[in-house]
Each structure stands twice: as C-alpha cells, then as structure tokens.
C-alpha cells in the first residue's frame, strides 16, 4: 500500500476525512469556488461541494486503499481501490488533484 506520507496536507486530510462517516467537513479543504467531477456530476463551489459529500458520496458503505500517488506542480494524481455495497463491489478509481498557491484543492477530477 502507498502511503499519504509525501502530499500535501489538503490531499493527506482529504483522504482521511472522505473515509469519516461524516465527509463534510472535507468540503474546507477546497477552494471557495472549486470544481468536482465526479463521474457525469459536476460541483462548483464549496456549498455543493458540501452537498456532494454528504450525498452521493456517501451513498454506499465502502473501504478505500490507495493504490498509487504522485504530486508535482501543485497536481496530485491518485489511484484508490474501492469495495463494498456498491453495485459491482469493487472498482479502482482515479483522483486528480489541482491545488492553489495556499495548498487548498481548486479541482478535484474523479474517473474510473
């Protein structure tokens, strides 16, 4: 397993909060007018980040294992593997993340 050791803290938070029962709070951890993609859904700014994150990111119980993760000039590129509840019960997703020059995440793009 790869550890969170070497991103940055945003990125670092961002995984331990996204695994909380509550994900909310992961919605300070970005821009005020941040961008998600995730899937065909696309949030912008922090109240539908927020919005995201207590919804259909949390609509199914599942545990996460990152797989790889790279960051350089302020883009860091993830690879987690999902299982649990959801259809299918298992897929390898992949974060990319932009950050801004305060180190909090400006766009967060999520894909299979």
Known sequence: MTTTTHLSPSVSSYLHLASADDKTPAAELFTVDA??????????????????????A????????????????GVARLSMLLEGDFPGGRVTLNYRFELDADGLIGALTISV
């Open 58 to 73: 949390s609509e199914y119980t599942y545990t996460s294992t990152l797989l790889t993760a790279e960051e350089s000039d």
């Open 35 to 56: 961008v998600v993609r995730d899937n065909d859904d696309v949030r912008t700014g922090r109240d539908a980040i927020r919005a995201w994150l207590a919804g259909s």
